[in-house]
């Protein structure tokens, strides 16, 4: 079997700077008093991930999956242990980051493109199916700065889920903008999944997680706390425990 | 509409199959380094073009506008120079002494503090793509080299206007000076940008030196003053500066064969060994730009979280 992400040992820390300035530093120092902090976001991880697997990373606030996912996307280099890929890493990850105002949705688009690793040649070919995606109709060329908030996001939605990718990483609201955008999303998810791409999905859903993933890891205080079967680890977290999952919870969309 | 989406999104996003995938090397995620940028150009390509595109945004004139502020800038120093206080007569066609030498001053500057900055505007980015982060800093100089153009031509109009012909020599100065000045801003250039996301005092630190840059170069006053002033010993000294060098190879390209007899310019105005000189420099240059790019590559990795 190919593995598709191999994290061995990966521990990044975060300083935390109580002061800023010179002085503050200083009368700090002199004080006695702790002028930073250092903390592992991500403590000793290792783990791998197979050709095919559908991973959910799941956690409280603050248990390090961004982190986590950040050092897999390539964003952050893990200080110590290593985080290895293989194949183009792709997905909904910070969607529309890099939009200029100043420069129309098409574009952006191919700006968006190119920074997700995508050739123009590349861009080209999907240019149709990106557009008719994201569905702007005349605003195509219309400078982003005059979008609303939700034809921004459609556009970044609809790049990011164009990008041919080995590795698939979710890391947002997998829905954005109105219901029957929020349909045509959840269709695409289903296909991307039913085409048994390697992926990474963090979420706090336990109902995505089930219908999109078949292992699933939990984060806790930077270390990994669990790794297994779905439904396991779902109890594991207690996301089981009342009933209060049923509504918009279970479906996508209601993420970090 | 979305009947028709529904037909035309293909189930199946073209993937690898297992046994390419299995081909292709366990890597770490996201590669960098200046190679990487050089391996990316489409995008670096992108936010260069970008880059120039916002600046003009919104404005009637556009383009013009990089065209009329040169000249302008061009017609002032000569009314003043050249007619008001009559510098013509202690040397020849100062306007364009000072010129020449402000475009590439202009050129390091833009390139030095652009890039400085580049990675601190850049932020949302940097934080959340993987995307290489010595591409900002190089499409900065990439850009302040665009700009650098209509000020070249704004340069050209009265050289020709004044009898300037091209020659090799003068051409290859000019060649040696602007290389030497996009390699020496560069690494600086990235050397800053990091220490900026650090410690913002450093982009500070880089305007300080930039002005300092402006009067520490023999282009408001000729390069005699300093030799005439301070002797052999001090002028020695004021030509360790990368960019007096810089500043005198352009002058040597452009000004020099305005003058009505470029030889006897030459020999009274530039130092000896020029090209000497700033071929040293450019060795210099390129040198400081791999360290930079040593240094920047190890406190990189800690850009994301400081940002």
Not at chain 2, 32 to 42: A, F, N, W
Request: charge should be neutral; aromatic fraction near 10%; charged fraction near 20%.
């Amino acid at each position: 079997m190919t593995t598709m992400i191999k994290v061995d040992n990966a521990t990044k820390a975060f300083t935390l700077s109580y002061q800023r300035s010179l002085k503050q530093t200083v009368l700090a120092k002199a004080r006695g008093r702790k002028t930073h902090d250092t903390f592992n976001a991500v403590d000793d991880v290792t783990f791998s991930v197979h050709e095919g697997e559908a991973v959910g990373l799941m956690g409280l606030n603050g248990s390090g999956k961004s982190t986590l996912l950040k050092l897999i996307s390539g964003v952050m280099r893990p200080d110590s242990g290593s985080v290895l890929t293989r194949g183009r890493i792709a997905g909904l990850i910070a969607t529309g980051t890099g939009f200029d105002n100043n420069l129309s949705g098409r574009e952006n688009l191919y700006l968006n493109a190119a920074i997700l690793g995508m050739s123009r040649a590349e861009t080209d070919r999907k240019f149709d199916e990106i557009v008719d995606f994201a569905d702007l109709g005349k605003f195509l060329d219309t400078d982003v700065a005059y979008y609303s908030s939700g034809m921004k996001a459609r556009l970044g939605f609809s790049v990011a889920v164009n990008v041919d990718a080995d590795i698939f990483i979710a890391d947002e609201a997998l829905a954005v903008g109105d219901r029957p955008f929020k349909r045509k999303c959840k269709k695409r998810m289903d296909e991307i999944v039913a085409s048994g791409v390697t992926m990474f999905y963090v979420s706090h859903a336990p109902g995505s997680v089930r219908t999109l993933c078949n292992r699933v890891l939990i984060m806790e205080n930077g270390r990994l706390g669990f790794d297994g079967d779905v439904e396991e680890g779902i109890h594991y977290l207690h996301y089981d425990d009342n009933g209060d999952d049923s509504g918009d919870d279970d479906e996508l969309g209601t993420d970090i | 509409m979305s009947e028709r989406l529904v037909s035309s999104t293909p189930a199946e996003p073209a993937r690898r199959t297992v046994s390419e995938l299995d081909a292709l090397p366990l890597a770490p995620p996201a590669a960098t380094g200046l190679s990487e940028v050089v391996r990316r150009r489409y995008l670096l390509g992108m936010l260069v073009r970008n880059t120039i595109k916002s600046r003009y945004q919104g404005t009637v004139l556009g383009w013009v506008w990089s065209y009329l502020q040169p000249a302008i800038r061009f017609c002032m120093f000569y009314f003043l120079f050249q007619v008001m206080i009559g510098r013509g007569s202690s040397m020849e066609n100062f306007a364009i002494h000072l010129f020449a030498g402000m475009v590439i001053v202009h050129f390091f500057t833009e390139t030095f503090n652009g890039g400085t900055q580049s990675l601190v505007q850049n932020r949302s980015l940097i934080t959340k793509l993987p995307v290489p982060r010595e591409m900002f800093p190089v499409a900065r100089m990439l850009v302040a080299g665009w700009h650098t153009i209509p000020m070249l031509i704004i340069l050209l109009v009265p050289c020709l206007l004044l009898g300037w012909k091209p020659d090799l020599v003068g051409m290859a100065a000019a060649l040696l000076g602007f290389s030497l000045t996009a390699a020496l801003g560069l690494a600086l250039g990235l050397l800053f940008s990091v220490g900026n996301v650090f410690m913002r005092d450093v982009g500070k630190i880089a305007q300080t030196l930039t002005q300092f840059v402006t009067f520490s170069v023999p282009m408001m006053y000729p390069y005699t003053l300093v030799h005439e002033r301070f002797g052999d010993s001090v002028a020695g000294y004021y030509l360790f500066n990368p960019m007096a060098e810089a500043v005198l190879l352009i002058q040597r390209g452009f000004w020099i064969g305005t003058t009505s007899d470029p030889d006897a310019t030459a020999a009274v105005h530039m130092p000896d060994h020029l090209f000497t000189r700033g071929l040293i420099m450019l060795a210099v240059s390129l040198v400081l730009l791999v360290l930079a790019q040593r240094i920047f590559a190890r406190l990189e990795a800690k850009v994301p979280e400081r940002l």
